[in-house]
């Protein structure tokens, strides 16, 4: 992944503040494992893994809290493609680089975002549930 500054203005931001201290530690970890869209995959298990690596004390109960908080806060859509979850960051603005590693949101696939868009909410909750997680992330 490339490496990523944190832009001054997310202290300022109202969406963000409104977040738990614990979502918005999520959210700034989440910035670093984004691809260079701001997607990453959805799968509780393995966002804890990467954003929490060193924290066994967060438990994927907690991490589908945090997703789910910042979805509440228009800062994270999660969307499903082919039964998989993914998560897009909104009001993304990065340097495009490669291509994406990871699928676009349904509603934007033909018509793919550009730097700075706003993707669409997704209405339902496409997180797996943790007790499934657990199991399909074992084999």
Same mark, same amino acid.
């Given at each position: 992944?490339?490496?990523?500054?944190?832009? *001054?203005?997310?202290?300022?931001?109202?969406?963000?503040? &409104?977040? /738990?201290?614990? =979502?918005?530690?999520?959210?700034?970890?989440? +910035?670093?494992?984004?691809?260079?869209?701001?997607?990453?995959?959805?799968? !509780?298990?393995?966002?804890?893994?990467?954003?929490?690596?060193?924290?066994?004390?967060?438990? +994927?109960?907690?991490?589908?809290?945090?997703?789910?908080?910042?979805?509440?806060?228009?800062?994270? @859509?999660?969307?499903?493609?082919?039964?998989?979850?993914?998560?897009?960051?909104?009001?993304? /603005?990065?340097?495009?680089?490669?291509?994406?590693?990871? $699928?676009? $949101?349904?509603? @934007? &696939?033909?018509?793919? *975002?550009?730097? =700075? /868009?706003? !993707? *669409?909410?997704?209405?339902?909750? !496409?997180?797996?549930? *943790?007790?499934?997680?657990?199991?399909?992330? &074992? /084999?």
């Amino acid at each position: 992944m490339p490496s990523r500054l944190l832009k *001054p203005g997310l202290c300022d931001s109202e969406k963000w503040n &409104a977040c /738990s201290w614990p =979502a918005q530690s999520f959210y700034i970890r989440l +910035l670093t494992r984004v691809d260079d869209y701001g997607r990453f995959d959805a799968n !509780p298990a393995l966002l804890r893994g990467h954003c929490f690596a060193l924290h066994d004390e967060v438990d +994927l109960l907690q991490v589908v809290a945090m997703c789910e908080e910042l979805v509440e806060h228009e800062l994270v @859509v999660i969307y499903k493609v082919s039964g998989k979850s993914y998560l897009q960051l909104t009001n993304w /603005s990065e340097r495009v680089r490669s291509a994406s590693k990871f $699928p676009a $949101p349904p509603e @934007v &696939a033909s018509n793919p *975002p550009t730097v =700075a /868009s706003n !993707p *669409p909410t997704v209405a339902s909750n !496409p997180l797996p549930s *943790p007790s499934t997680t657990a199991s399909t992330t &074992a /084999s």
